[in-house]
């Protein structure tokens, strides 16, 4: 799903010295490997048979047997301790390296308890979600109201829901992204270490494909495209996105079953169910390709900017205007989007690339609950305007909540980015770190000193200004900062455990310095 990142600070004094950051490393490495003790047993052995035999041989000195077999044994001793200090040494590299995966069955038991409920969760999300998407969206158009007090009348006509000519504009779309996404322009940039120490390479030219898809939205419009085309059908738009994400998956996990271990995604366990939905392989490419790097900001976050604006537009071209809180909050949506987009290279440091598989839940997430969900509001105030605010009061004090919102969201991840790239640029440099056993430091001052999740803080800010724009008297609205909230809580504890298997009591020091998950004071 979409993420975004970059920002500035003041220092709160290096903290953590090197021997406690040492003593720290000693006491944080995991337990050694059975097999490596077995081979530098075998190795010792092999040693000792070696030395033994020239130690015979210098039998032959002219010295006599008595000073040949002190010194003998002096060089054996000497030996012996140099192998000792050798064996004690590869096994405290081994312990502290981190390239070592933590064992698989470790890594997934302790995700099934806290990540999406294993097999089983995995089996029903994929199920439920979907239905989830369709009751809002059912729930939200004119004839139902928006309303959670009764159930939503729905069509049992499957033509509004399947439309061939929809699933070919959907379809469309997606492959323009694909070709975008392959020209050749924009920077490369090297995406975070994996496992085996190795790189990818990612062309950042999002921006582009974001530019490119704006003048095609505008040509369309200048050539009078009826622009209440997305809103009549919506929901045929939604069972597209929902078919080609479950098609997506698919294709995914049956990729996933042909690649080596190195390439598997840490929460994959070998259930189908689990690795179909959590996502089996951590980087599926096709070529030059990287289908999870592609679908995380492109054909559902630029889809849902611009379905905000097909809004306006017929809006506008049925009214002469258009309410200020439907600009508004597509305005506000636009330079998420936007922002989202100039700031790609960002995302090759957040959760999504560098833990999670490519499974249905990104997919799924990137292309149907995004377009889908995220233009709720939008979709609200344009099928009731009359409740959405307009008082300019209102409008100012929720374009104040959107900013800062917005320097909070954008801040924080831009100061982890930077970090993260390059600890030594100046606008990170002088802030407060804690050393790990990693190798990997920990910013415990800047934005994520205020709290350990920062950037999520700011995002559910900017939702909540969103919603805001509805106005306060219907609820459904506000399902995308309420269920926004219960995600990033839900995904800052899964995080969470997987940093302190990375980090062990280096991230306990950071959580005992800052102890705030989310909300300062609060959580
Ligand atoms: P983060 O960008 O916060 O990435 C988490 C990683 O950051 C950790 O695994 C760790 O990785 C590193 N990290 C954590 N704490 C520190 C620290 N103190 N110092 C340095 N590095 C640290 O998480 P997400 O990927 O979840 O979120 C990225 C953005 O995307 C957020 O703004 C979020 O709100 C947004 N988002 C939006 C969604 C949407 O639907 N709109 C959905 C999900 C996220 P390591 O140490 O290995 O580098």
New binding site residues.
Partial sequence: ?????RPRSRSRGRSVSKSRSANKAKTSSPPVKPETIRKSRSLSASRKKVSTDSAFKSHDDPDTPIRASLRLQEKIRKQLEEEVTMVRNRLKTNGNSSTTPPAKQEVSSQHDVIGFGGAVGGAALSVLLPALVYAIVIACDKRNGCVITRLPSFSVDLKDYFDMKVFGVVLSWYLLQVLLALLPVGPQVMG?PLKGGKRLLYRCNGFLALLISVLIFAVALHQGAPMDYIHKHWLQFVTASIVYSFVLAVGLYIHALYVSDSELAPEATGSLFNDFFMGRELNPRVGSLDLKFMCELRPGLIGWMLVDWSLCASQYQQSGAVTPALALVTLFQTIYVFDALKHESS?L????I??EGFGFMLAF?DLAW?PALYTLQAHFIYNFPELAVSNVYGLVAIGIVKAAGYII?RG??SQ?DV??NNPNDSSVAHLATIPTSAG?????AGY?GIC??P??L??ILMATAWSLTCGTTHLLPYFYPIY?FI??VH?QIR?EA??KQ??GAAWDS?CKKVPYRIIPYVF
């Fill in positions: 799903m979409a993420n975004r990142g975070q995302i440091t957040t959760m999504d560098i833990t997430g995004v969201f924080a991840n982890k970090f993260r990997k430091k920990l910013l415990c994520w350990r999740r950037n999520y700011g995002d926004f995600l990033l995904r995080d997987y940093c990375k980090y950071y």
